[in-house]
């Protein structure tokens, strides 16, 4: 299933996608939760009044006559992990770093800003942003239950569903604040865009390759800027599975329905790592770019750059 947040008349909205056709779960079934957290937040038995209420009804609106959100507009938290090794070790490589050992010893992780978070459409930065302002492409797990302490072989039982994240970063402020060993913050905090859905594990089941890590999924991983393509990879291609990140997000803390965990940028999901490797030339976003990322069975995610004040 297709979970959807969107804004109809000034309104946001919770609803299902099917189709190219949006159906408003809470106005078809008052027992359907009206967000996408408390929905989350009951768990399968939402979830199987939703798919039911679809299934028997014909009332639906068309995806042109709303906007499309982040699946989920207030997220309890974000973290981002660092899962990909070829992402890792490249851009280490091209500025001249060896391979950081630590690497294979934990799957690391920062918390980004949850507050900050957008869907499709126009994604506003101000001025200093622009500067060397990047994509990540990405893709992000959402948490279904509560827990504590779980380990790998029963995590991805928490795994609600997953959808496209872009992990906007202005790299100017990135690499000025990590000299001082924190970070990244300013670099990163004004915003994070998700979608264009969130979609349920059993939608992707037929890509997954069970491990004794944990699942992978065969997902293909696309991006484009200006509607040239410009990275790929595929999100099997994961050193550290979602399962190990949710074992060490876990680890003496609670996670939560509607806690979001990034997998970091994919093999050639940036322009850090294209530049460094001259297979683009010094080529950073710019304002009214426009950004696509492609997420098999997942969908397409696009943002224009947008300058604000």
């Not at 959807?4 to 939760?33: C, P, R, T, V």
């Not at 302002?133 to 790998?152: H, M, P, T, W, Y």
């Not at 293909?220 to 997000?249: G, H």
């Amino acid at each position: 299933m297709k979970l959807i947040s969107f804004k109809q008349n000034g309104k946001i909205k919770f609803g299902a996608f099917e189709d190219g056709m949006i159906y408003d779960l809470h106005a078809l079934n008052s027992n359907i939760a009206d967000n996408m957290l408390e929905f989350l937040q009951g768990g399968e038995e939402q979830l199987q009044l939703a798919i039911a209420t679809v299934q028997n009804e014909s009332a639906a609106i068309s995806v042109k006559d709303v906007e499309l959100l982040s699946p989920i507009p207030n997220p309890t938290s974000v973290r981002d992990a660092y899962a990909f090794r070829q992402h890792v070790a490249t851009a280490r490589r091209n500025r001249g770093l060896e391979m950081i050992p630590e690497f294979d010893e934990i799957p690391i992780f920062y918390f980004t800003n949850h507050n900050a978070v957008f869907g499709e459409g126009d994604f506003p930065v101000l001025p200093h942003h622009t500067e060397k302002l990047d994509f990540e492409l990405e893709c992000a797990a959402v948490i279904g239950k509560a827990g504590r302490n779980i380990s790998a072989s029963v995590a991805d039982d928490y795994i609600f569903g997953f959808m496209i994240m872009n992990d906007m970063s202005a790299r100017v402020l990135q690499m000025q604040e990590m000299k001082l060993n924190l970070g990244p913050a300013k670099g990163k905090d004004f915003g994070s865009s998700f979608g264009p859905w969130l979609v349920t594990k059993d939608e992707v089941e037929s890509y997954k390759k069970s491990s004794p890590e944990g699942d992978r999924y065969d997902l293909k991983m696309k991006a484009f800027v200006n509607n040239i393509q410009v990275s790929e990879d595929t999100l099997a291609n994961m050193t550290w599975t979602f399962a190990q990140i949710i074992e060490r997000v876990s680890y003496g803390v609670d996670i939560l329905p509607g806690d979001v965990i990034g997998s970091g940028t994919c093999g050639t999901g940036c322009f850090l790592e294209l530049n460094g490797s001259k297979i683009t030339d010094n080529q950073w976003l710019k304002p009214d770019d426009t950004v696509s990322l492609e997420i098999e069975g997942l969908g397409i995610l696009k943002n224009k750059i947008l300058l604000s004040d």
